[in-house]
């Protein structure tokens, strides 16, 4: 009896509580207008993305952090970064070419992007061979687990390298490895 007696003064009261919310809540639409004009001007200059290098403007990559790589036409803060990150894990860049080793980047990208770019071999941050330990090799995407084994495993047996010619008598050293890695290593 109670339940329905608070049912009926609910259905009775509904209209009246609605209506309160809807007394006197107009807004003017000129003033309206202006608000959004604001707003909007306002949000769109929050959100602007960084402003394109001029054509003509060239970036050395061994040097850009992401900031400059996103003034680049077609490169976004994720592509800056994930460019950043892999020219660390290389030591830096030795050929514009590498760009299209870094993940997403594709040759339409790359094409818009070689004549923007520069490459600074005096950059590059070697490893010295006959020095470097295995986690420091680890980073460097050019050489698989077994090839690094190889190389500290070959170096520990018969002593430090002297050339090129010294790595490529490890078995699982193949031409092309060698050339990939050639730049980036030194031997004292």
Do not use: C, W
Request: net charge positive; charged share 25%.
């Amino acid at each position: 009896m109670v339940i329905m007696v608070i049912l009926i003064l609910l259905v009775l009261a509904a209209p009246y509580f609605f209506q309160q919310f809807r007394k006197d809540r107009t807004v003017d639409p000129h003033v309206l207008d202006k608000d959004l004009a604001l707003l909007d001007n306002t949000s769109r200059n929050a959100l602007s993305h960084p402003q394109k290098a001029p054509a003509g403007t060239i970036i050395e990559l061994n040097t850009a952090d992401t900031s400059h790589l996103m003034e680049l036409e077609g490169i976004g803060s994720a592509f800056a970064r994930r460019i950043v990150s892999y020219r660390q894990r290389l030591g830096g860049f030795y050929r514009k070419d590498q760009l299209l080793e870094v993940f997403g980047l594709d040759s339409e990208q790359f094409n818009g992007l070689q004549q923007q770019v520069t490459v600074d071999t005096s950059r590059i941050h070697k490893l010295n061979i006959n020095k470097v330990s295995f986690d420091e090799l680890r980073r460097f995407p050019y050489l698989s687990y077994k090839q690094m084994n190889a190389l500290i495993r070959f170096r520990e047996q018969h002593g430090e390298y002297e050339t090129l010619a010294d790595l490529s008598q490890i078995a699982i050293m193949n031409k092309a490895t060698l050339q990939k890695i050639k730049p980036y290593i030194t031997y004292k």
